[in-house]
């Protein structure tokens, strides 16, 4: 991923893998508002608990153009 952002123009700062908990309370928000939302959650949880989807904190800032 990091290569994928720096490709793209920006310098990535930090970068921290979270938590399975802490990512399964920070991703829930991805999908509210969907009228599927139960489904979308419980198939979000059960992919962080099988290893399948990892949440990442990502700080980047855009670099400077000297061009």
Do not use: H, W, Y
């Amino acid at each position: 991923m990091r290569s994928a952002l720096e490709a793209g123009g920006l310098s990535v700062i930090e970068q921290i893998k979270l938590p399975l908990a802490q990512a399964i309370q920070a991703g829930g928000g991805s999908v509210i508002g969907c009228d599927d939302f139960p489904l979308r959650l419980q198939n979000q949880e059960s992919c962080f608990a099988d290893g399948r989807l990892i949440a990442q904190f990502v700080l980047a800032e855009k670099k400077e153009d000297l061009t």
